[in-house]
T-cell receptor, first 111, second 114 residues
Framework: DAKTTQPNSMESNEEEPVHLPCNHSTISGTDYIHWYRQLPSQGPEYVIHGLTSNVNNRMASLAIAEDRKSSTLILHRATLRDAAVYYCILRAHNAGNMLTFGGGTRLMVKP | DAGITQSPRHKVTETGTPVTLRCHQTENHRYMYWYRQDPGHGLRLIHYSYGVKDTDKGEVSDGYSVSRSKTEDFLLTLESATSSQTSVYFC?????????????FGSGTQLSVL
């Protein structure tokens, strides 16, 4: 799987939007962009994924750059419960079975 | 939430003893995975299964074995535990495999080998 680059940490205020960036300049045409998050003392949790178009679900929105070399996870109104490590991962359509989690971004939410 | 149960949640054992961790799912998903998470290494795949009695090695399989005799259960065995196997172990399941899959994770097992 191609490599992604994320900031180590970010801070946000409660009830404000949060934009978590991810760079993936070596992405290939068949790579899906996945986001997972991991709350303290829990297993990772699927958030959202997309291929080319922007995606929305009940948890977040995923904005994908036109050249697909970067993407942004958008939490529309951060809550204290959103404090977690967020992982951006690329998965090829014919990927093997190793979902590789990098360092991720630690999001801190201030009341 | 996906129906995944890991047991035990915490385990302390001594070097050289065998240990078995259990993952149980109620989703009838075909694929099951065992990962370990260590500081500085993220999550690393140990073994995975793509069906009953069908398993394969992952990135860090040495010292571990797995079995899957039923769709719902995936067992991870440390034949002779070592201190380097102290870690948090996560089980995951997915309905499909490849770029469009979604993995659902259990809550983890904290294993300490003394």
């Amino acid at each position: 799987d191609a490599k992604t680059t994320q900031p180590n940490s970010m801070e946000s205020n409660e009830e404000e939007p949060v934009h978590l960036p991810c760079n993936h300049s070596t992405i290939s045409g068949t790579d899906y962009i996945h986001w997972y998050r991991q709350l303290p003392s829990q297993g990772p949790e699927y958030v959202i994924h997309g291929l080319t178009s922007n995606v929305n679900n009940r948890m977040a929105s995923l904005a994908i750059a036109e050249d697909r070399k970067s993407s942004t996870l958008i939490l529309h109104r951060a809550t204290l419960r959103d404090a977690a490590v967020y992982y951006c991962i690329l998965r090829a359509h014919n990927a093997g079975n190793m979902l590789t989690f990098g360092g991720g971004t630690r999001l801190m939410v201030k009341p | 939430d996906a129906g995944i149960t890991q047991s035990p949640r915490h385990k302390v054992t001594e070097t050289g003893t065998p240990v078995t961790l259990r993952c149980h799912q109620t989703e009838n998903h075909r694929y099951m995975y065992w990962y370990r998470q260590d500081p500085g290494h993220g999550l690393r795949l140990i073994h995975y299964s793509y069906g009953v009695k069908d398993t394969d090695k992952g990135e860090v399989s040495d010292g571990y074995s797995v079995s899957r005799s039923k769709t719902e259960d995936f067992l991870l065995t440390l034949e002779s535990a070592t201190s380097s196997q102290t870690s948090v172990y996560f089980c995951a399941i997915s309905e499909s495999r490849g770029g469009n899959e979604k993995l659902f994770f259990g809550s983890g097992t904290q294993l300490s080998v003394l």
